[in-house]
């Protein structure tokens, strides 16, 4: 299928109204980014899926429609946004910890590390009992097999993944559940009051979010949601690490607070929050919130008409729901890295040209957000909407491969300036990819600075 009917597909699949896709253009195609798969089609779609269903909440609430546009060339560098922020001009520092990455094991296979949390980092080593070195990493796999290895680092709460072809995924237990979830599950979990949708200037004026995430996804769906107008407030534990690269990027257009739920007054705090706000999105592990008592039902009876936003790594059902898992893992564990990297004609396992599954994935939760609120002003009741990196990557599979992926050429800084917007933010003067959606009526935009946790009041 092409971008056009791929957006169809999925917007048909939600029951989204079919006359707005008479408003929506997608211009471009792929290759935008140097890959065999269709990394462009995907950025593209998903993010004017999420734009399209802003528009079209904005049009119950005021009668104006408006028309879409999404390029794939500008979508393709908006995927690739936290590599291309400046603050002062400075470039960002190296995103992935020196020990992460692909190894080959003592059975010739490979894993994958994600090593970019202390406690990630400092397991891995006492797994291997070898120093913080690379090369130690590397003669300490040499004892293990792919698969014993990332069977013991889950065993141990660890990221690891094993790099599969496409047939062995498609024969492991959990690759045969993916393929039967939803790309976006949304379901009603309670009783609600109707929303009611005052005229306002933009699609989501006066929506709050809360935002309970960590990179990158998450963080993704929030600044997808503030692009459109929402009242956002993000947070985190100060107990908890986090990464500024990403952080600095999808703070755009959000408050940032930090709140602690292991403390009785965090606890109280964030009660507050929930009852008083209309989306909660979180991308913590499977379960971790529900143990605090913060799960879909309790949050559903603090604010009846809240829409609960999930993301997990390998999706709700299938024997690894509840395994820990990042973009690049899922990557390599479901077959993709060895897919490009035999397009390619490497050996190696060869990631994707961005973070593409967690991109999606955010728009694709912002898209399950919007069409929830649509249908709490239809129908009333509280939403769980959730998204799953497996599934995404399922979703860009099903999209077929691009012959001549590797010709395009990797774009750089200096050859995307078109697509850099400036403004202040609570690290410094910030030069940061502008959103790729195109509005007539409603234009995308971040009306909040991006600001360092703490900055603000974990309050309304």
């Known amino acids: 299928m092409n971008a056009l009917q791929t957006l169809i597909a999925l917007w048909r699949d939600l029951g989204l109204p079919a006359d707005a896709l008479d408003r929506v253009s997608l211009t471009g195609r792929d290759p935008a980014l140097p890959s065999s798969f269709h990394v ?3 950025a593209q779609v998903s993010i004017a899926a999420a734009a399209l269903a802003a528009a079209e909440l904005h049009r119950r609430r005021t009668g104006r429609a408006q028309r879409v546009t999404v390029d794939c060339r500008n979508a393709a ?33 490979f894993v994958r590390l994600h090593t970019n949390f202390p406690h990630h980092r400092d397991g891995v080593l006492q ?57 976006v599950s949304i379901e009603r979990i309670g009783d609600g009051p ?39 407030l993000r947070l985190i534990s100060p107990r908890l690490p986090t990464i500024e690269t990403a952080d600095i990027d999808t703070g755009r257009g959000k408050r940032s607070a930090h709140l602690d739920l292991a403390t009785e007054q965090g606890a109280a705090d964030f009660r507050t929050l929930l009852s008083g706000c209309d989306v909660f999105v979180q991308s913590y ?46 990557q390599t564990s479901t077959g993709l890295n060895l897919a490009e990297a035999e397009a ?51 979703w860009l599979r099903q999209m077929g491969r691009v012959a001549d992926g590797f010709a395009c050429s990797d774009p750089r800084l200096e050859d995307i300036g078109d697509r850099i917007e400036t403004s202040a933010s609570g690290y410094g003067s910030l030069a940061a990819v502008r959103h790729s959606a195109e509005l007539t009526e409603t234009p995308a935009r971040w009306e909040r600075p991006s600001s360092p946790y703490g900055t603000h009041p974990a309050r309304w």
């Open 40 to 42: 462009g089609t995907m």
């Open 77 to 109: 560098i908006e995927f690739r946004s936290e590599r291309y922020w400046r603050v002062d001009g400075r470039e960002p520092p190296e995103e992935w910890d020196k020990i992460a990455g692909a190894y080959r094991c003592g059975d010739g296979g």
């Open 127 to 183: 797994l291997l009992n070898c120093a913080y070195d690379r090369k130690a990493v590397g003669d300490a796999l040499q004892g293990w097999t792919a698969e014993k290895f990332e069977d013991a680092a889950a065993a141990a709460g660890l990221v690891v993944a094993k790099a599969r072809t496409f047939a062995e995924w498609d024969a492991h237990p959990h690759g045969q559940a993916v393929p039967t979830l939803p790309l």
């Open 194 to 232: 109707k929303l009611q949708l005052r005229a306002g200037l933009r699609p989501l004026e006066g929506i709050r979010v809360t935002e309970m995430t960590r990179v990158l996804a998450g963080p993704i769906c929030g600044r997808a949601l503030a692009a459109h107008g929402s009242d956002s």
């Open 285 to 330: 592990r499977p379960g971790a919130l529900a143990r605090r008592g913060f799960g879909p039902a309790e949050a559903a009876a603090l604010c009846p008409g809240i829409v609960c936003v999930s993301l997990s790594a390998y999706g709700h059902a299938g024997p690894w729901a509840e395994r820990r898992g990042f973009d690049s893992l899922v």
């Open 344 to 394: 390619a004609g490497e050996t190696n396992p060869r990631p994707l040209p961005c973070q593409a599954i967690d991109h999606a994935s955010g728009y694709l939760m912002a898209l399950g957000a919007l069409t929830a609120l649509i249908r709490r002003s239809e129908q009333g009741g509280s939403w769980l909407v959730r998204v799953s990196l497996a599934r995404t990557q399922w």
